[in-house]
């Protein structure tokens, strides 16, 4: 009996599981199951069989296996299809039946049920390489990075050379901070597919990490050949020429990304500190300014140490019109207390020490 393929598409793994991602809680050991599988594997070598990267249906299974296909495939019912399955599936089931299981899972939503039959696939089969790769796919967008690395690992082993394998693979290591590692598989993903952004972008943020900034912000600029007006990819280059004391060009990028109205209260605060910077005490106090309307403005800490800046570098008009806003959008007994300080420091500043008498 010839291998069968399904039409479940890994498109349609990863279209599902996003729907239920981070709050998804797997309960796994994932060290005792490839401990099992590598058992497995030993076995069959001490066989000599070759393995089967398929797994293959039982005989006793083909009437079962023609009702869900009835199901998914004719009736599009993939429901009637999963509640057949489970008051027929049993623990000598075969991997073709699990395998089915954990796709309508996965489609309905049930992230932890759909791990739990692609292992009890692999469990049943460990050369099938399509289970493996749909099951890493779920551990990684449900954030167990590093527990997915070794099924991506073991899929690129079984022949899946992909840029969807090798990039999702450079992205766990990247988030587990193994970025040499991170760095090779992201340039395996762009071999195969030199058109996806988010391998060049994770090729960018691996080199950051390792501190490789000008082979970064040269992958980051052939992405904004395409779109220039990428935030992400524009806020990343800035925090690499901030990482070689290239304050100017990151605020170009920081300026652009205001100006396509995409900035963050951060962005504005970097932005005019490099204006401040470069003694543009005006336009710096003003862009500032404008972050602390913002919802995601930053600490108190964060301005007053502008605003004592401002008050040393003598600019104290500006230094005055950051404490007004101040009071206005961080106001509390605490932070008065501070910027009466302030005051004090301008007034003594300005010589005007009739301000100072109660």
Request: proline share 3%.
């Amino acid at each position: 009996m010839k291998p069968l393929v399904f039409a479940f598409s890994l498109l349609t793994i990863v279209a599902a599981s996003t729907k239920a991602t981070e709050a998804v809680k797997l309960d796994f050991d994932y060290d005792s199951f490839w401990k099992r599988i590598q058992s497995s594997e030993d076995e069959t070598k001490a066989l000599q069989l070759e393995p089967i990267l398929l797994p293959r249906l039982k005989e006793e299974e083909r009437d079962l296996f023609k009702e869900l296909l009835h199901f998914t495939e004719e009736l599009k019912d993939s429901q009637s299809a999963l509640k057949l399955l489970e008051t027929s599936i049993t623990q000598e089931s075969s991997a073709v039946l699990y395998y089915f299981a954990a796709n309508l899972y996965t489609v309905e939503d049930n992230i932890p049920k759909a791990v739990e039959c692609y292992l009890e696939t692999l469990e049943r089969h460990p050369t099938f390489a399509q289970a493996i790769k749909n099951v890493s796919v779920i551990l990684a967008q449900s954030g167990y990075h590093r527990e997915a690395i070794p099924f991506l690992s073991r899929a690129i082993e079984l022949g899946v050379n992909d840029s969807q394998t090798w990039g999702l693979l450079g992205f766990c290591q990247v988030n587990v901070n193994e970025n040499t590692a991170a760095e090779k598989s992201y340039r395996n993903a762009i071999i195969y597919d030199s058109t996806v952004r988010d391998w060049k972008l994770g090729l960018a943020r691996s080199l950051l990490a390792s501190q490789k900034y000008n082979e970064a912000i040269s992958i980051l600029q052939e992405i904004l050949i395409d779109t220039p007006d990428d935030d992400i990819v524009l806020s990343v280059q800035a925090d690499a020429y901030i990482a070689l004391d290239r304050p100017n060009d990151a605020a170009g990028n920081y300026a652009l990304i205001h100006r396509l109205g995409k900035a963050n209260a951060q962005y504005l605060v970097q932005l005019g500190s490099i204006y401040l910077f470069n003694d543009l005490n005006e336009m710096g106090t003003q862009t500032i300014i404008e972050s602390l309307a913002m919802p995601d403005s930053l600490a108190f800490s964060d301005y007053s140490g502008i605003v004592d800046n401002l008050i040393l570098r003598g600019s104290f008009d500006n230094a005055t019109k950051l404490i007004s806003s101040l009071r206005k959008h961080k106001e509390s007994d605490s932070n008065e207390s501070l910027l009466a300080k302030f005051e004090v420091k301008i007034a003594l500043g300005k010589g005007e020490f009739e301000n100072l008498v109660p």
